[in-house]
Structure formats: C-alpha cells, structure tokens
C-alpha cells in the first residue's frame, strides 16, 4: 500500500517566477531560478509592477471540450483585475476585479448559471461572438490568463479563436502555482484554496463566479508567496508589505452571498438508459421477488396496511418521508 508523503517543501513552479515577476516582488529569485520566462509586459512607471491585465476565465459546458457547436449549452466566465489599481488608492475594493458572464442559450443548464451568478447580469450571445467581447474588455492591453486548472478552458479557447489564448503574455494555472506557497504535495480544488485563504464563495461552477474566485485565490497565491521571503533575500529585494495588504483587501473584498441553494442540474446529451439484464440475472429477481411476496403475506398487521384495520390515511400523507422520532 502507497504510503502518504511526509512533510513536503512543496514545487517551485515556473508559474512562481511569472507571478512574481508579474507583481514585481521577490525579484532576486528570478535570475536564479530554473525556469526562464520571457518579459511579461512592461512596468508601469515608477514600480516593479507589470501594466497588465490580470485576465481569470472558466468555461463551463455539458457536452465536452473537443468540439464547438451552437446546440451545447455554454456559460463562460471572465473576471479582469487590471495592475493600474495598485498604484493608487482605490474607492471600492469590492470593484477592484471586474466580472462577467456569457451564455449562449436558455438552457437549463445556462439559466441556472445566469441565475447563479453573483456579480451582475448574464449576457446571452452567439459563441462566434465571444473573441469580440472578449478583446473588447481587454481593449488592446497585454493580458494574462488565470484558472484553476486551465487546460480544458484553453482547448475551448484555442477550438474557438485561438488567438484569444496566443494574445495573452503568459498562461497561469492557480493550481500549480499555490503548490509552492502551501507547501503541496497534492493539487488543491478550487473550494479548498478560497478555505485555506478564508476568502468568502458561493455558487461555484457558474462559470463567472469560479472566475472570480480563482482570480481572488491568485492574489492570495502571491501574498502568502511574498511572506515567505528569506532574511537574505529581504535585504536585496524588500518585501512589499503595502501590496500585499491591498491583494489581501482586494481578496478578501465583501461578496453579497445568496442565502439560497441550488444544485448545478446535469447537462449531460447522452440518453439514460436501463441497463441490460441476462437471464439468471432476471431469474434471481424474480425469486427475490416472490420471496419478499410471501414474507409480506406472513407479517401481523398486513391487514392493517391494506386498509382493514385502524389507519389514518391523512396522518400517513402528513407525515411521509419523515424520519421516525
């Protein structure tokens, strides 16, 4: 039997060093690390920090990844939290990340999504659409894309305009790039990353909120990634404690969280169907059966259930699927 890991240092990531480089802290690592990424954006002036859109998605669909048609029912999601922010104090931190959601269909599956989305109006369009709305938001910046576990929203991406994918400087998956900072062995879900950050969520799998979330997550991602700074390394680099206070606010911004519940529904196009019985399979449960028939004939108060005894039929319909005291 495989025995579990003991205490793990976790795995510096290439994705790490993007997001550091990215936020512009713990930049001595970057020469020295393993992993040589190209220059992500320019800095704005003055700072260490990328001018860059950090760009969160989600593709959400019931009907795979592999190909695209309009029949499938798809809601995808776009959050934007744009660097600029950082270098002023901002108003509302609760509009720091920006959110959206796309559906293109009135689907069950897409109504409850519209439904379930936390930060404003679904939008329903064509999915030919989507690349235009999506450079629409990112309006020509440079942009990186965020998700917690990305490769099938990529796929979508890249079956749909690839340019959408080829456009960004850089690819961040959060579920690589947390395992450093928590010092994983195992790769975290979504839900257990906003736990361990405390970051408050609902309606996950709506496509716009998982977005949302994983971008938040990200923010978090480079807070507990910029504390754990060694003492030699602080003397060259300084850690950013005023940027690490506003990710941490930004993160942790309130959320309006909906008191109601509801399951994601199936969105599934296969047709259920019964499964095949052979034919001792069958025999078996005929025999179950008129066993059970003759046990029942056998039971005291048979009677009673079939109407002959005392029985209150209004009791029994109040009362039904109730647990016995």
């Known amino acids: 039997m495989t025995s579990v890991p003991g205490q793990h240092t976790g795995i510096l990531r290439e994705e790490n060093i993007a997001l550091r480089q990215i936020l512009g802290y713990r930049l001595g690592t970057l020469t020295s690390s393993p992993y040589r990424l190209p220059s992500i954006g320019q800095c704005l ?6 001018d860059i859109l950090l760009v969160g998605v989600d593709v959400d669909t019931g009907g795979g990844y592999e190909a695209i048609s309009e029949e ?58 989507l690349p ?32 959408i994918a080829n456009g960004a400087c850089y690819i961040l998956d959060t579920v690589k790039a947390v395992q450093y900072p928590l010092q994983l062995y ?24 998982d977005a949302h979330f994983a971008l ?22 300084p850690i950013h404690q005023d940027l690490f206070r506003i990710l941490d606010a930004i993160a942790h911004a309130p959320v309006a969280i909906p008191i109601w519940t509801e399951i994601p529904p199936t969105a599934s196009h296969t047709p259920q169907t019964k499964p095949k019985l052979g034919i001792f399979a069958k025999r078996r449960l005929r025999a179950a059966a008129k ?35």
């Open 72 to 129: 499938q029912s798809f809601y995808i999601g776009i959050s934007i939290f744009d660097t600029r922010s950082l270098t002023k104090q901002p108003k509302d931190l609760g509009d720091a990340v920006k959110s959206y959601q796309f559906i293109n269909n009135n689907s069950k599956p897409c109504r409850w999504a519209a439904k379930s989305f936390l930060f404003g109006e679904s939008k329903l369009i064509e999915l030919s659409d």
């Open 45 to 50: 002036p003055g700072t260490s920090i990328k």
């Open 216 to 237: 938040k997550a990200l923010l978090m991602i480079a807070v507990r990634d910029g504390q754990m700074a060694s003492a030699p390394e602080t003397t060259t680099t």
């Open 291 to 325: 066993a059970a028939r003759k046990a029942s004939q056998e039971l005291p108060y048979i009677d009673e259930l079939n109407g002959q005894g005392d029985y209150d039929g209004e009791n029994q319909d109040k009362t039904a699927g109730e647990l016995p005291p």
């Open 186 to 209: 195992y790769r975290y879900s979504l839900e257990n990353l906003l736990d361990e950050f405390n970051i408050r969520y609902a309606k996950l799998h709506a496509a716009g909120n």
């Open 132 to 163: 235009a709305s999506f450079f629409l938001l990112t309006q020509g910046r440079d942009y990186v894309l965020v998700a917690h576990g990305i490769d099938m929203d990529i796929k979508f991406f890249n079956n749909l305009s690839p340019q």
